[in-house]
Structure formats: structure tokens, C-alpha cells
């Protein structure tokens, strides 16, 4: 990653002034902020091209010392600008340039401690946060509770995911923030545990799209979700529940003063445009620390989604590998049991035959700890610096590039800084990270340079445990870059070109969703380093036109942009990797869904399409086609992709 601010320029102060509200406008005054007190407690709200998205409110919020919610005075406010330049190869597009106007208003308490409310307003996202100043010598605070609110119109609509309850589900390792989806339901609707809805959060006024988040999360806080509605239809921002992590640790944010609390976002527009292409998780973060390196992004493949536990052996990974450098690949993945199936001292003869052949490895661990009772192994080597320094200078001897950990846990203080410790730990010993059983990344791709990604989503593995998951598949995968993936890189591990979910491809699950299907999703959705779910006998039984398009999808992107898609009905990108676009799209509706659209970036090339039949086959054609101009159908459960 290499984040480049060019300039963060002071345009125009306005003197504080005395009025008890301050406004701001995007800079092309699409979008206003006003700030304003309510008997004596903050509020603010927002408004579209002059419609409204958000009504009055909440702002303010507690620690354990000051009250900095209500009885406040209205000091003044001041507006500068902001403007930024960053380059990533992690992100959906490689070079960003950000853009807002900041508003800054200043309140004091009845003990004249000073508190700052800050949003950063551009085209179709606002950030905005707290900065405590620091007012005597007490400086050590817990933030307690948060009263930021977020109140839609009550005839709204709501697209989100429910908190899971804790210490549930396997082995107790819940929440692991891989929940289903409730799509277009009332504003005031609560949710399926009465513990409140997930980051991000969709919502639909009459004109509106808007999306709720959060970044900037690191150890100096918690990660947190929205609330159930209140009586009113007002979301709040909740603290992890106390039942997270075997009801240890504190819900609050331990604290110093000054300080400055992570960024709440919203991202809003008249289309879905804005939502899917939305940067603003990564607009307003900066790296934590350097690179230790330069970390190659790519491809890989996984035994443990079709061939599971009984196949961490050496020749099943042998195996693997040698699929892996057939297709082309960077990287496999070594799942669990790994330490005992194969043992140390054979995983070093391993990764070497992997690197003869040019493929590196990342090894899966469990980070527990004590958050949950998961017993696969190895186990208790990552949630200690002591334990995970050793492993770690092992892992870099031996030339492994990455690590998957699962299983960890909620969103407490000491989790998110496990998260921290762990990354910047590997960063020392060269090694990218993603953790699955694992929350919301929050701007963590910028923050920390060798993240990769989290699962937070009800990814592939499920598609192995259930035939529900499979019968729901094209409806969970036309959700996910409208809301999970398009605020964070999300570790899926799909694409199956198996038609069953066994070794054998005779047994198991069947998947309802079209090869096209499938390959667009290795397109929709993002993350820099994709295992996919493909297996060594696709080499045979897959169709030779998927098998040549796996070799050569990335998984780096410069460029995306929404074509169409409705959530859990149909969804349509293009993304641009150097000069190749790739359109894909799916359809999880019950009918074939006919559809036009240009890509004006396309005209003047020939391209190609993959897409099914009406039986379901999928087929390749090349067009000479060459402006730009697209009409495609896609059957149900099926999908499509146009490569120039
Ligand atoms: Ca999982």
C-alpha cells in the first residue's frame, strides 16, 4: 500500500461565531450538514440536493469522568477544506483522490470541558467524530457511552444484518459476524436478538440510498454497531455487548486525553452508484506503520472448502500445489490441523516443494486464546506476544507469506487490540493477515499494511455445511457490494466449479448457482488475495472457457464502477485491472433479467461473454461489437462476464 497525502490545505476560517448552529456543504453542495444544540444537547442532520436523509440526530457522548452529551454550550465553529491524493493496490480503485470540506464545532460542558464535533462532508459521504480535549492533569477516561444517532424518515426502509448473541454456535466462538440478511424492512423493525444490526448498514428513504459505518477502529477503542431503533425510529451507536468474550473485559474505550474517537460514516445518493463505489473507509485513515515490504497480492487455492479436514495431510497438499502452479497461481492456503497431520519439521519440506514451484504458502491458525472453547489446532500461539513472536520468526524462516486466524471473538477493546498486536507483529516477520470468525475490517487496509482481509460474512464454508446456503447463494451474493464488501475486502473463498460439494464431485451439497455464476463472483467480490474454491479435478470436468478465465482473473483492480443491481436481487460491476475490464453480474431473481447498458470505457475493443443458456449451460461468445454498448440477459441463478 502506499497512501500519498498530497495536501491537507486550510481553504477558508470563518471566525467562531455565536449562532447555535453551523452548517457545511460538500463541495459540490449536493450534501449539508447542519450542527445545531437542542436544549443543550447536540444534534445534527442531513440533507440531499435539499431533501432529507437524516432528521435531528444525536451527537454527544460519556466517559467515565465528563458528560460531554448534554447541558453543553455552543462555543463556535470553523470550516476548512480537505483534499487527498493515495495510491493502494488493495482497494477497488488504485489511485484516490478525496476531497471534502471540514466543519468543526466546538461545545463545552458545565464544567467548561471542551469537546469537538468534526464532519467531513464530500459529494456523497460524510465522516465525522469526536475529539476530546484535554482539560487537567485527569486524562484517563473510559468512553462509557456514545448517544451518535442516525434518524431516517419513518418511511425508510432497512437492509441490514443482526449482532449475533454470544458464546453461541460452534464451540462458542459467536459473534463471528457471519449472519444473514433482512432486506427492505421497516425503518422500526428491531433486530432478530433485540442486540442491534452490524456494520455497515443499508438503508432506502423515498430517494435515497444511504449506507451507515465505521473506520479508523484501532487498539484505542472498540469496534462498534448500530442499535436496535428506539421508540422514535433513531439508531444509536452501541458498545459490544457485555456477553462478548465470555463476558470479560469491559464494553467501554479506555482512553487518554486528547483524543480523538474512530470516524462514523455515511455514504448516500439518489442511485446505488455511490454506495457501491464508495472509498470513504479509506479516504480518512492513514497507515499505523510502515510496510516492512513490498506484499504481493494475488491468487490461490484451498483444500479444506471441498476436501476438508481429512485432507491436511502432505499428498493432498502436494497435490494442491501442484493445482495451484497448473493454474497459475501465487499462493495456497494450509488449513487447520495442519501442525498435527503434517508436523513442523515435514510443513518445512512442504513449503519448500511449494516454492519449487513457484507457489507460497499461508498457514491457518485458531487465535484462541480464551474468548472461546474451537479446539482445532495449532491453538495458543497468537493471542500472546510471547508465544506469537516465536511462531512468527519460524514462519519468516521458512519463507511463509501469510496467516489466517479464526475464531476471534467480538468487538471489545482487547480484541481489536489482538487484531492490532497480531498485524503488526507479522509485519515484522513479512507475513499478510486475514482472520476469519473475524469483525468488519474498518479502514484496516490502509492502517495496517499487510492486512489482506476478514470473512465477516456467511462465506463459502457454509455452502459446504447446508443445501439452504446453496438453495440462498445467489441471493447472499447479490447482497454483498451493496453493504459487507464495499466498505472492506472480504475473504469469501468461493468460486466452485464442483456441481457437489464432496471430494468426489458425486455427493454432498449441489450447488443451484451457473458456472457464469461463479465466475462472476470472482469478480464481485473483493479482496487483494482470493483463495478460491476451485479443485484439482475442475482441470477435467470444468468447461475449458472457466478454467482459462480463473487462470487469468485478478485480483487487483484499478477501477469500479456500478453498473446496476438491486440487493439480494441482481448486482452488475466493472472492474478494471491495467487496461482489461471485466463486467460481471448476477441474478438471483426467480426470472431471466434482461438488461442494457454501456460502458463508454469499452468502446472501440471486441469482447467476449460468458453467460448461460436458458437451461442454465453456460457458454462463451466473442462480440465484434465495439461500442460499448452491452444487452445482456441473465438467467436466474446465473450470471455473466464481458472481458475485453
Ligand atoms: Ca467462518
Not at 487469468?552 to 440487493?567: A, L, M, Q, R
Request: charged share 25%; hydrophobic share 35%.
Amino acid at each position: 500500500m502506499k497512501a500519498i497525502v498530497l495536501l491537507i490545505g486550510l481553504m477558508a476560517v470563518c471566525n467562531f461565531s455565536v449562532a447555535q448552529e453551523a452548517t457545511i456543504s460538500s463541495p459540490n453542495e449536493a450534501v449539508k450538514v447542519k450542527i445545531h444544540l437542542e436544549e443543550g444537547r447536540p444534534a445534527y442532520s442531513v440533507l440531499y440536493n435539499n431533501e432529507v436523509v437524516l432528521e435531528k440526530s444525536s451527537l454527544g457522548l460519556k466517559t467515565n469522568i465528563s458528560d460531554y452529551s448534554e447541558a453543553l454550550n455552543f462555543e463556535g465553529s470553523r470550516t476548512t477544506s480537505v483534499e487527498k491524493s493515495y495510491e493502494s493496490k488493495k482497494l477497488k480503485d488504485s489511485e484516490i483522490n478525496y476531497k471534502a470540506r471540514e466543519l468543526s464545532a466546538t461545545f463545552t460542558n458545565q464544567k467548561g470541558q471542551k469537546i469537538d464535533i468534526i464532519f467531513w462532508v464530500s459529494n456523497n459521504d460524510i465522516a465525522f467524530r469526536y475529539h476530546l480535549h484535554k482539560y487537567s492533569d485527569t486524562i484517563a477516561h473510559v468512553v462509557t457511552k456514545e448517544f451518535t444517532g442516525f434518524k431516517f424518515p419513518e418511511t425508510a426502509k432497512s437492509f441490514l444484518t443482526p449482532q449475533s448473541k454470544s458464546m453461541v454456535g460452534f464451540q462458542r466462538t459467536k459473534p463471528s459476524y457471519e449472519e444473514g440478511y433482512y432486506l427492505d424492512q421497516d425503518i422500526n423493525k428491531a433486530s432478530a436478538h433485540n442486540m442491534g444490526f452490524t456494520f455497515p448498514g443499508l438503508f432506502k428513504t423515498e430517494d435515497h440510498w444511504v449506507l451507515l459505518s465505521e473506520t479508523g477502529v484501532d487498539g484505542t477503542y472498540v469496534a462498534s454497531h448500530l442499535s436496535d431503533p428506539d421508540e422514535e425510529g433513531e439508531y444509536t451507536i452501541a458498545f459490544p455487548d457485555s456477553t462478548e468474550n465470555n463476558d470479560f473485559g469491559s464494553t467501554g474505550a479506555a482512553i487518554s486525553l486528547p483524543f480523538s474517537t474512530p470516524w462514523r460514516t455515511i455514504t448516500l445518493g439518489e442511485t446505488l452508484k455511490p454506495i457501491v463505489e464508495t472509498t470513504i473507509p479509506f479516504d480518512v485513515v492513514e497507515p499505523l506503520y510502515e510496510a516492512s515490504q513490498d506484499y504481493d497480492f494475488g491468487r490461490g487455492v484451498w483444500s479444506w472448502i471441498m476436501w476438508q479436514d481429512a485432507s491436511m495431510n502432505y499428498d493432498d497438499q502436494v497435490t494442491y500445489i501442484d493445482f495451484a502452479a497448473e493454474m497459475g497461481y501465487e499462493y495456497i492456503l494450509i488449513d487447520a490441523l495442519w501442525d498435527q497431520n503434517i508436523g513442523y519439521d515435514r510443513m518445512e519440506e512442504l513449503i519448500d516443494y511449494a516454492k519449487s514451484k513457484n507457489v507460497d504458502v499461508f498457514l491457518w491458525y485458531n487465535s484462541n486464546g480464551v474468548a472461546n472453547d474451537a479446539p482445532m489446532t495449532p491453538r495458543h500461539k497468537m493471542h500472546r506476544a510471547i508465544t506469537r513472536k516465536k511462531e512468527m520468526k519460524w514462519l519468516q524462516e521458512n519463507g511463509v507469506k501469510g496467516l489466517k486466524v479464526d475464531f476471534m471473538g467480538g468487538d471489545k477493546q482487547e480484541t481489536i487490540q489482538l487484531y492490532e498486536d497480531i498485524m503488526s507483529d507479522a509485519n515484522d516477520h513479512g507475513l499478510m493477515m486475514i482472520f476469519h470468525g473475524a469483525t468488519l475490517p474498518r479502514g484496516w487496509e490502509i492502517m495496517y499494511p499487510n492486512f489482506i482481509s476478514t470473512e465477516a460474512v456467511l462465506a463459502s464454508e457454509n455452502l459446504m455445511f447446508s443445501q439452504h446456503a446453496n438453495d440462498q447463494e445467489a441471493r447472499s451474493a447479490a447482497i454483498h457490494s451493496f453493504i459487507r464488501n464495499t466498505v472492506g475486502s472480504m475473504d469469501y473463498g468461493g468460486t466452485v466449479l464442483n456441481e457437489r460439494y464432496n471430494r468426489n464431485n458425486d455427493g454432498g451439497n449441489v450447488r443451484r448457482t451457473s458456472d457464469a455464476f461463479q465466475l462472476a463472483t470472482a469478480v464481485l467480490f473483493q479482496t487483494p488475495v482470493q483463495f478460491f474454491a476451485l479443485t484439482p479435478n475442475n482441470l477435467e470436468d470444468a468447461p475449458e472457457f472457466a478454467i482459462d478465465f480463473m487462470k487469468n482473473v485478478p485480483t487487483t483492480w484499478d477501477e469500479t464502477i456500478f453498473i446496476d443491481g438491486y440487493p439480494g436481487e441482481y448486482s452488475v460491476i466493472a472492474r478494471r485491472h491495467k487496461k482489461q475490464w471485466y463486467i460481471a453480474g448476477i441474478n438471483a431473481s426467480e426470472e431471466p433479467r434482461k438488461l442494457s447498458f454501456s460502458l463508454p470505457q469499452m468502446e472501440g475493443t471486441d469482447f467476449r461473454i460468458i453467460n448461460d443458456t436458458r437451461k442454465g449451460k453456460s457458454d462463451k461468445k466473442e462480440i465484434n461489437r465495439k461500442n460499448g454498448k452491452f444487452e445482456v440477459t441473465i438467467q436466474p441463478q446465473g450470471g455473466f462476464v464481458i472481458t475485453n
